[in-house]
Structures are given as C-alpha cells and as structure tokens.
C-alpha cells in the first residue's frame, strides 16, 4: 500500500483503466476528430448540411454520452466527446430548422414572377 500512495499523478494516470495504454482513453482521444469536423462545417451552407448525417451524429451522441457513464470503467473522456458530438450536430440541425426555404424576400419574389410572365 505504501507503494501505490507514493506513486506519481503520472503514473497513476498511465496505469489507469482508462489511460493510455486502453482503448478506453484512444477512441474518445481520436473522435474529438468528430466534433473539430463538425465545427468545421459551421461555416457551410445550410442547403448543403445533410440532415439525416446530423440526426445521426446527434443520435449516436446522445446515447453514447449516457452509456459512457453507466459502462464499468465509467469513462468521462467518452462521455464528453459524445456530448460534443451530439452538441454540433443538434446545432446543425437547429440552423436547417431555422431556414424555411418558403420564405424569400419579396423582390426575389419579384424576380421570379418576371421571369415566369
């Protein structure tokens, strides 16, 4: 026991269940990918966000956030990057929502009916 209390923060963080040397500690390392993607898009068009891709992330997201706190070892990493996840997508989702293609501007509508006259 003496031994384990005089153990570096370091090593303790390199021998846990969900350090390094696991998978527990490189799939949520490696899916932060996910949300920098998503981030990313951001700056797209909302005509060109893929709403069944969104729902998908958004999904996935939610449900692995709550698994990842019940699964032993409970691995918070997990839990964080999903929640992420599911953030960025609900968020895209939130901008296709907010654009409602039926709604133009009036002198677009003008044009339109110009051109179709």
């Not at 003496?2 to 490696?30: D, E, L, Q, Y």
């Not at 069944?52 to 409970?74: F, H, V």
């Amino acid at each position: 026991m003496a031994a384990a209390a005089g153990t570096s923060a370091f090593s303790r963080f390199m021998n846990s269940p969900v350090g390094p040397k696991t998978i527990h500690f490189w799939a949520p390392a490696m899916k932060w990918g996910l949300v920098i993607a998503g981030l990313g898009d951001l700056a797209r068009p909302v005509d060109q966000i893929s709403v069944r891709q969104q729902l998908s992330l958004a999904a996935t997201g939610l449900i692995w956030t709550r698994w990842s706190t019940i699964i032993t070892p409970k691995n918070y990493s997990l839990a964080t990057v999903n929640f992420f996840v599911g953030c960025t997508a609900a968020y895209q989702l939130a901008r296709v929502a907010m654009n409602k293609p039926d709604t133009q501007p009036a002198e677009s509508v003008e044009k339109v009916a110009a051109t179709t006259a």
